[in-house]
């Protein structure tokens, strides 16, 4: 590994994303669009207010995963991953340049999305509303990591696609958006205790409502940071420079 | 640099199979460096696996394969072998340059190289296009201009000149040898036959294994033929497959 060529990388990830301007217009206002319509449906009762917080986690979190673990996926098919992998490229280099260029875009993604949802569609947010972005953006870098190793277990963009349902959709149902994770069945509880999505909408909720301090925030952004190493480490794991 | 009196590449009893087909089953065969070496044989004969091998991406069942001295694949080579595949990989949505700036990054090669190869290539006018905007031919030159970035010692092409208009792959040839005979080795398959007269020594390969590995004159000669296409007939006719019921086996298939 070599950070030179991590940022090379890197770069040359963003310049492609810069070519395809749809993508980036996708990117940025999808989510946003989600939660305004979100608001909208709820805009009369106090629906929106609780679980407001848990769709900032949702949205950027799956966007990311699609949009990352298609783009890998396409870099294995077209050769070019082939190639980079018979040059002096470390496959660290590879998975940490994924992740920092669709982590400046899940920034960008999360603070506009944070920002549309608190001062256009009105949520409130007790707590400090930069440890509300952070939480989002390391939610939306989650997802990237988890769509890089999703795209390791992809032979095509079909399958690839259906590695969201699989891996995403549990997360959202036992995440506590649905039902509050509290009052799930003993065995769903502590199986959503150790999925990702959940902390990320416990802590974006805690933040919110200002309920708990911000020590327990970071806990719960450890949790998805060690989530995100995990990832990353297993995504390089999987990279194989020789294939059958 | 190259002792140029060692093979470029060395291959000894090697067994590969892709999913469930061997494709390769013992084959030995031995590259000499600083010349352009042909690899020639039907589509589906087993060029692109060799190559792959040289170049270390792919998974083999047994045997060895040295490369400038060391074995296939290891970290010390991927700086001293260019490799293009048989579709141009590289970056449809960048620019000519872009793609080539980021090869050359990740090659860690001065930055001069990238018009270098641009002008060697003849893509000097297309720097600035989007890749995907070009025709097959010039995607499949910016594919060679990223292998020749960093000039490596060993270059490993697969079908390079396919799709390409006669004037410009005579070009590419006499690049070929321009870069032969500033010390670089080169292995370029084609399953062009008329292509063979070009290269200095050729390698005729079928079904997974080498029928002949000659000179073109000397092929020529010791077949009585006239031409690579009857050559390469004639030596089939002397080397019938294992499954051909009119004669003996060629044995080794099923090992």
């Keep these: 590994m070599n950070p030179r060529r991590t940022l090379a990388t890197a770069g040359r990830v963003l310049s492609q994303v810069r070519h395809d301007p749809r993508t980036i217009v996708l990117l940025l206002v999808v989510p946003s669009l989600l939660i305004g319509l979100l608001a909208w449906i709820f805009s009369d009762t106090p629906v929106f207010a609780t679980i407001g917080p848990g769709m900032i986690a949702l949205f950027p979190f799956i966007v990311m995963f699609l949009v990352t673990s298609i783009t890998t996926l396409r870099e294995r098919r077209t050769g070019t991953l082939e190639r980079l992998l018979s040059m002096p490229l470390g496959k660290g280099d590879l998975i940490l340049g994924y992740t920092l260029a669709f982590g400046l875009l899940a920034v960008a993604q999360s603070a506009v999305a944070v920002g549309f949802a608190v001062w256009v569609c009105g949520l409130e947010i007790s707590g400090s509303i930069w440890l509300l972005l952070a939480v989002a953006v390391a939610d939306a870098v989650l997802g990237t990591t988890l769509g890089l190793l999703a795209s390791a277990f992809a032979r095509t963009e079909f399958q690839v696609v259906q590695f969201m349902p699989a891996l995403v959709f549990p997360q959202i149902l036992l995440g506590g958006i649905f039902l509050p994770r509290e009052q799930l069945p003993d065995v769903l509880r502590s199986a959503s205790d150790w999925l990702p999505l959940s902390h990320a909408i416990d802590a974006l909720q805690a933040v919110a409502t200002d309920s708990q301090d911000a020590a327990y925030v970071g806990g719960e952004l450890l949790i998805i940071g060690a989530w995100i190493v995990g990832a990353v480490v297993l995504g390089s794991v999987t990279l194989r420079r020789r294939t059958p | ?255």
């Design chain 2, 1 to 255: 640099m190259v002792n140029t009196s060692a093979p470029a590449v060395d291959v000894t009893d090697l067994h590969v199979r892709r999913g469930k087909h061997p494709v390769l089953h013992g084959l030995s065969v031995s590259v000499p460096s600083g010349v352009v070496v042909g690899l020639l044989g039907p589509s589906g004969c087993g060029k692109t696996t060799l190559l792959r091998t040289i170049v270390g991406v792919q998974v083999v069942q047994s045997g060895t394969v040295t490369v400038l001295g060391q074995d296939a694949g290891s970290a010390s080579l991927r700086h001293r072998v260019g490799y293009v595949t048989q579709d141009a990989s590289v970056y449809d949505d960048l620019t000519v340059r872009q793609n080539l700036q980021y090869f050359r990054a990740v090659l860690g090669a001065p930055r001069g190289d990238v018009d270098r190869v641009l002008a060697l290539t003849d893509l000097t006018s297309q720097a600035g296009q989007l890749v995907g905007s070009l025709s097959g031919g010039q995607r499949s030159r910016v594919s060679l201009a990223g292998a020749l970035l960093g000039s490596p010692d060993l270059l490993v092409l697969d079908e390079p000149t396919v799709g390409l208009d006669p004037l410009l792959r005579v070009e590419l040839w006499t690049l070929f040898h321009h870069l032969a005979a500033s010390g670089t080795s080169l292995l370029v398959s084609s399953h062009v036959m008329d292509e063979a007269s070009r290269c200095d020594r050729l390698l005729l390969m079928r079904d997974g294994e080498i029928l002949a590995d000659d000179t073109p004159a000397g092929l020529l000669a010791a077949t009585g033929t006239e031409d690579t296409e009857g050559a390469f007939l004639a030596l089939i006719q002397r080397h019938p497959l294992a499954d051909d019921s009119r004669s003996g086996t060629t044995g080794g298939n099923d090992s």
